[in-house]
């Protein structure tokens, strides 16, 4: 089985959470999974709902039509930074409708991406821009991709105004990036990383997290927890991630589970 590069079967599917979570930030489409299956493995593990995010336009439409069509599934909506290069003003208009739905909860994922370098720089920071005012004009939360990026995303923020729920999705920043978003009322989502051998800087800026602004997230079908990274990850994976979590904050699991869940529910709900 091969699932977007993804090699081997699906992992084991884990213990269990005791109080039920959400994962934030997955792609439904790109899994190569029937959506009523990957539902309901995830809510066989305590994963209750699930947001499922587009990043061009095409994807946006299905993200949107699946959440309309799935209960417990919602949707983001916008094109990713790596694909902004022909983003259009009708583009633009057509993500604004979008994003008026009942079941679309979030703009995103949009932001900036300095690492694979395949948009120019200022044609990122304007199509970024464009994403936070529709999102601050629809009343919806805002869901930021930051790849080696986080000077120039913090300082977009602080130029525009950033919209009242404000997510980083896979956050991905060291101690001090944490702290300013901790301190501007922004919401951290982690992903598998924060389990990988080398993530060391990422637990440290987990640590200093509080539970009110944590969020939980697979960002599947990528970034796989340990021990499976390289294989085909899935919503009903986030209880690997909850239980790294609560180990870093040296907190009950459980309280993750909650907090996030809760935490979910004021950026994206009332389900």
């Known amino acids: 089985m091969s699932v977007t590069g993804r090699e081997g079967p699906p992992p084991p599917a884990p213990e269990p959470l005791g109080v039920e979570t959400v994962d934030s930030h997955c792609h439904l489409d790109a899994m190569g999974q029937p959506v009523a299956e990957a539902v309901a493995a995830a809510q066989a593990v305590g994963v209750r709902r699930m947001i499922t995010v587009g990043d061009t336009m095409e994807s946006s439409r299905w993200c949107a039509a699946t959440a309309a069509a799935f209960d417990d599934v919602y949707a983001a909506v916008a094109v990713h930074p790596n694909e902004v290069a022909d983003f259009t003003d009708a583009d633009a208009d057509e993500l604004a409708q979008l994003a008026t739905l009942p079941n679309v909860r979030a703009v995103g994922e949009t932001g900036l991406d300095y690492y694979w370098g395949r948009v120019e720089r200022n044609v990122q920071q304007d199509a970024f821009r464009t994403h936070i005012e529709i999102a601050k004009r629809v009343g919806k939360a805002l869901v930021i991709h930051d790849r080696d990026a986080h000077d120039d995303v913090l300082r977009i923020l602080d130029e525009v105004g950033a919209p009242e729920r404000t997510v980083f999705h896979c956050f991905s920043g060291d101690i001090s990036i944490s702290k300013h978003c901790v301190d501007r009322g922004y919401y951290l989502s982690f992903a598998g990383t924060i389990t990988f ?61 909650g907090a996030t869940g809760q935490n979910a529910r004021r950026v994206f709900g009332p389900w």
């Open 197 to 257: 051998k080398n993530a060391d800087t990422l637990r440290e800026a987990a640590s200093i997290v509080p539970l009110e602004q944590l969020l939980v997230e697979t960002d599947a079908p990528f970034l796989t927890p340990a021990p499976y990274r390289g294989r085909p990850n899935a919503p009903y994976l986030i209880p690997l991630t909850v239980r790294a979590l609560a180990a870093v904050l040296r907190v009950d699991a459980d309280d993750v589970a």
